[in-house]
């Protein structure tokens, strides 16, 4: 089984910074890819950033520029910066993990974590 913990969201003011983190631990061989996925109050769960292990990535177009995936291989963990961060932005947001273990591949989504954008 895999578990993925995320942190790091929270109340920021218009313009402002955030750096989420999701850390992946349990019984696994690796991770192919990582990302971030959101879902706003009556919308659906949308992708927001993937991460290849190879640190190839992949952005949805309304965060081009200011919101930055990375990934530590050596933790199992990513990373997402967010920067001018705007009222739009307000989500839950999901980390989630494309992982190859004893049974093959499968997905794997962490519990989400709030980020809330307004002054």
């Known amino acids: 089984q895999v578990q993925l913990v995320e942190s790091g969201g929270g109340l920021v003011q218009p313009g402002g910074s955030l750096r989420l983190s999701c850390a992946a631990s349990?019984?696994?061989?690796?991770?192919?890819?990582m990302g971030w996925y959101r879902q706003a109050p009556g919308k659906q769960r949308e992708l927001v950033a993937t991460i290849n292990s190879d640190g190839t990535n992949n952005y949805a177009d309304s965060v081009k520029g200011r919101l930055t995936i990375s990934r530590d291989n050596a933790k199992n963990t990513v990373y997402l910066q967010m920067n001018s961060l705007k009222p739009e932005d307000t989500a839950v947001y999901y980390c989630?993990?494309?992982?190859?273990?004893?049974?093959?591949?499968?997905?794997?989504w962490g519990q989400g974590t709030q980020v809330t954008v307004s002054s």
């Open positions: 989630k993990a494309y992982v190859f273990g004893s049974r093959g591949f499968g997905d794997f």
């Open positions: 349990g019984s696994f061989f690796s991770i192919a890819t």
